[in-house]
């Protein structure tokens, strides 16, 4: 069974700091994995994500995240923040079929 | 790419009243997903489609709920009777069945408003 812990629904960093947002997974497969970025009132919109390749993976606004099959973890971070990135962020895992496993979200603060 | 297209945008409705909510997927996805989204539940997936064909509607809260796909580039969420706790965003996502290309792209949602 495929899950999804995203840890801290509300995350408020100063502009400038070090975004970090942390999303743990379970999965009875190798899994994809997925950040997707909410703005008030729009759908959600896909950062990034980690489909078996390379590690780390660098998406959209200046994000990346790296998979730790170890730590069974996909953490999602921006060395800067800027105003702009303030939204929710829903981290979610795919079976590799087409069903999708979101986490909670987590809403993130920019303090200028 | 126009990208998932839903209508309307906005409904508000009284109690009783049936509603549908329509979802245009991406030209060429072959797999549509019905979302809901509450702040006390989250992103609750409803239903999804594969090649026009519901196969996993486990999601579904009860038979006042159903969905259609009847050809590609269409399908419906339909309440009836609607009712308060209904309220929510509803989102549709299309994707494609190719391993590794799974992405799922989400339409802007339809905001529902059962009074």
């Known amino acids: 069974a495929q899950s999804v812990t995203q840890l801290g629904s509300h995350v408020s960093v100063s502009e400038g700091a070090l975004v970090l947002l942390r999303c743990n997974y379970s999965?009875?497969?190798?899994?994809?994995l997925f950040w997707y970025v909410q703005y008030p009132n729009q759908g959600l919109q896909l950062l990034l994500k980690?489909?078996?390749?390379?590690?780390l993976v660098k998406g959209i606004n200046g994000f990346e995240a790296e998979f730790k099959k170890s730590e069974t973890s996909f953490h999602l971070t921006k060395p800067s923040a800027h105003m702009s990135d303030a939204a929710e962020y829903f981290c979610?895992?795919?079976?590799?079929?087409?069903?999708?496993?979101f986490g909670t979200g987590t809403s993130l603060t920019v303090i200028p | 790419d126009a990208g998932v297209i839903q209508s309307p945008r906005h409904e508000v409705t009284e109690m009783g009243q049936e509603v549908t909510l329509r979802c245009k997927p991406i030209?060429?996805?072959?797999?549509l997903f019905w979302y809901r989204q509450t702040m006390m539940r989250g992103l609750e997936l409803l239903i999804y489609?594969?090649?026009?064909?519901?196969?996993?509607d486990s999601g579904m809260p009860e038979d006042r709920f159903s969905a259609k796909m009847p050809n590609a580039s269409f399908s419906t969420l339909k309440i009836q009777p609607s009712e308060p706790r209904d309220s929510a965003v509803y989102f549709c996502?299309?994707?494609?069945?190719?391993?590794?290309?799974?992405?799922?792209?989400f339409g802007p949602g339809t905001r529902l408003t059962v009074l």
């Open positions: 980690y489909t078996s390749a390379a590690t």
């Open positions: 996502a299309s994707s494609t069945e190719r391993p590794g290309t799974d992405t799922q792209y």
């Open positions: 979610a895992v795919s079976d590799r079929g087409n069903q999708f496993y």
């Open positions: 999965s009875s497969v190798p899994p994809y």
């Open positions: 489609f594969n090649n026009n064909v519901p196969i996993d």
């Open positions: 030209s060429g996805h072959n797999s």
